[in-house]
């Protein structure tokens, strides 16, 4: 099954999970906001539209893992104890998303199970109780139990996705470490205050502004940390983005005994193409052969470009056979590219060298091999794959045990 039929049956689960659940919430909980509809749902939207164009898409990842954290998770959470759950839908649906065509619908079907979810806990437990200006250990509880169950239901609905379309274990996951979960809970916990006080009196929301401002200021901050660790040119990782993600990669494999590979491809001809159809027509090309290998690659692997025509990728939890699996699917994808110039199409190619990661290797010594594999290809004739030494064996043993 390829990787868009299984992104096309988890929309469809996700679809029926939401529907299901929406009617179930909506069956259950009964309806007793303090504050009208007509006033909450218009200021919800229109604050977390502003909210999230105050950041740009880039957004913040999670352990630089590429897992886009919303600038707007606690409009959802507010959302789910002040508004009906017939309204829920409505500010899943109507809220911008930072992702484009099918993975915008799973990011919305994403935040109606989870305001869904945090809503059916947060008005059963409090039931028929009458929410006073006084706020009582029952309701305060019940908040904290509210924010526990989104910020898990959350969780693990990110995970589960990546994993049925990327075939990832989904406790491999950087979303449960600590770090990821307390800034999940944080951000919620922003909120909880506002609807806190939306329940006491109105007016003390004017007090939630600041730390909202302080929030959006705080992720202004890290996208600026995180164009710092991108390629200007391709929006790969440059060199150092590639350094922290190599570190951090290596440390859990190192911790789970997981395989991880590597590989290091080259854009061939690069200098070529640059005196025939000039310098645009190559930033063009590398930017072509860079969005390629992004389309062909999960969302957990580290692609970089770390030269003029020179690009590594980072295989987590992928061994030899994989690995080598994957480059040769970004051979192809990439063979298949056509440019169109003035003097007519453009086709590229690249040479790749796999190796996968030895025990206790280092990070430099992995990417000699798999340079040397590289250059390998390079010799042979360009546009092909050529693994490293020791990853030679280790494919032929696979080969045979297979066999």
């Not at 079907?109 to 028929?128: E, G």
């Not at 509210?146 to 994993?163: R, S």
């Not at 590289?374 to 064996?393: D, F, M, Q, T, W």
Request: glycine share 6%; aromatic share 6%.
């Amino acid at each position: 099954m390829s990787r868009y039929q299984r992104l096309l049956r988890t929309i469809a689960g996700l679809l029926f999970l939401s529907i299901g659940l929406t009617l179930i919430t909506n069956l259950l909980i009964i309806d007793q906001r303090a504050l009208p509809l007509s006033i909450t749902l218009p200021a919800i939207i229109a604050g977390a539209t502003l909210s999230g164009r105050r950041t740009s898409s880039l957004g913040v990842t999670r352990s630089e893992r590429q897992i886009l954290l919303s600038p707007v998770g606690h409009f959802f959470f507010a959302a789910s104890i002040l508004l009906p759950p017939f309204a829920l839908p409505i500010v899943a649906l109507v809220i911008p998303t930072e992702r484009a065509s099918l993975a915008s619908l799973l990011i919305r079907f994403q935040r109606l199970l989870t305001m869904n979810s945090s809503s059916l806990v947060f008005w059963s437990l409090i039931q028929n109780r009458p929410i006073s200006g006084d706020l009582s250990d029952y309701l305060a509880f019940t908040f904290l139990v509210a924010i526990a169950t989104h910020v898990f239901v959350d969780a693990l609905l990110v995970t589960v996705v990546m994993g049925l379309v990327s075939h990832q274990s989904i406790l491999s996951g950087s979303y449960w470490t600590r770090h990821s979960l307390l800034r999940d809970a944080a951000e919620v916990s922003i909120g909880c205050i506002g609807a806190i006080f939306a329940l006491i009196n109105p007016l003390l929301l004017l007090i939630v502004v600041a730390p909202c401002y302080l929030a959006f200021d705080h992720l202004q901050v890290n996208q600026s940390a995180l164009l710092s660790k991108r390629d200007s040119r391709t929006g790969l990782l440059n060199a150092f983005g590639l350094q922290e993600f190599v570190n951090h990669e290596f440390a859990r494999s190192q911790r789970q005994a997981t395989d991880i590979s590597l590989v290091v491809l080259d854009l061939d001809f690069l200098r070529e193409v640059n005196n025939k159809y000039g310098h645009q027509i190559g930033d063009l090309a590398i930017h072509s052969v860079a969005q390629q290998i992004s389309s062909l690659t999960r969302l957990i692997d580290g692609t970089a470009r770390i030269g003029g025509e020179e690009f590594v990728v980072v295989l987590p939890n992928t061994g030899i056979d994989s690995a080598t699996a994957v480059t040769e699917r970004i051979r192809l994808g990439i063979e298949a590219l056509r440019l169109p110039t003035n003097q007519g199409d453009l086709c590229l190619t690249v040479s790749a060298g796999v190796a996968a990661r030895l025990p206790n290797e280092s990070y430099s010594d992995l990417f000699d091999r798999a340079d040397a594999a590289l250059y390998i290809s390079k010799r042979l004739g360009r546009n092909r794959v050529s693994l490293a030494e020791e990853s030679v064996k280790t494919f032929q043993a696979n080969q045979i045990n297979t066999n």
